[in-house]
């Protein structure tokens, strides 16, 4: 009877944990990203207000509610520029933009930077960035697509940090658009 009872406490066990790994794929057409996400992200748009006018800001995020999960927040970001800023403008310009993302993002959060790498992905410039906040870090990657700007980012508490999960969101995160040479 131990015996069985054991065998199906373990296979419970196991079925638990092979579904919580099992994240979903999702795809937007209209965003041009895909991602893996341990849930069904909700998507919400937000106007921000910046020095190039009114930017529409939309956001695919899954915010934990267990205190049981890795990470806090799980989210990419999409906003698109006039493509007016990017016209005529200096070899560096992205450069430019890039560090200005990187700046207002520690900024913005009263952080601390820990590291900043220049990167690209699918031949897009980008950066990929490591913010400390009180308790938390924000692990980011910013990527600009002709005048978009993407941004994956994932936050987890410190005692988290560096669990596998963060790589699986970030390393799962691509942009649809694919640079012509």
């Not at 999409?78 to 933009?97: A, I, L, M, R």
């Not at 508490?157 to 963060?166: L, W």
Request: charge should be negative; include cysteine; charged fraction near 25%.
């Amino acid at each position: 009877m131990k015996n069985i009872f054991f065998v199906l406490t373990l296979f419970l066990v196991s079925a638990i944990t092979v579904s919580a790994q099992e994240w979903i794929d999702y795809k937007s057409e209209e965003l041009a990203f895909i991602a893996k996400y341990p849930v069904q992200p909700v998507q919400t748009l937000e106007v921000i207000d910046t020095e190039a006018g009114p930017l529409d800001m939309y956001m695919v995020m899954h915010v934990a509610t267990s205190e049981s999960s890795n990470n806090v927040v799980y989210s990419v970001i999409k906003s698109t520029y006039p493509e007016s800023q990017f016209e005529e403008v200096s070899e560096g310009y992205n450069d430019e933009v890039l560090d200005s993302a990187v700046q207002g993002a520690v900024e913005n959060v009263n952080g601390t930077l820990i590291f900043e790498n220049k990167v690209t992905h699918n031949g897009y410039p980008g950066r990929s960035i490591k913010i400390e906040i009180d308790k938390a870090f924000i692990y980011m990657n910013a990527f600009l697509v002709d005048n978009m700007m993407f941004i994956s980012q994932v936050i987890c508490m410190t005692d988290k940090d560096e669990n596998t999960d963060i790589k699986r969101f970030m390393d799962s995160f691509d942009i649809i658009k694919v640079k012509e040479d």
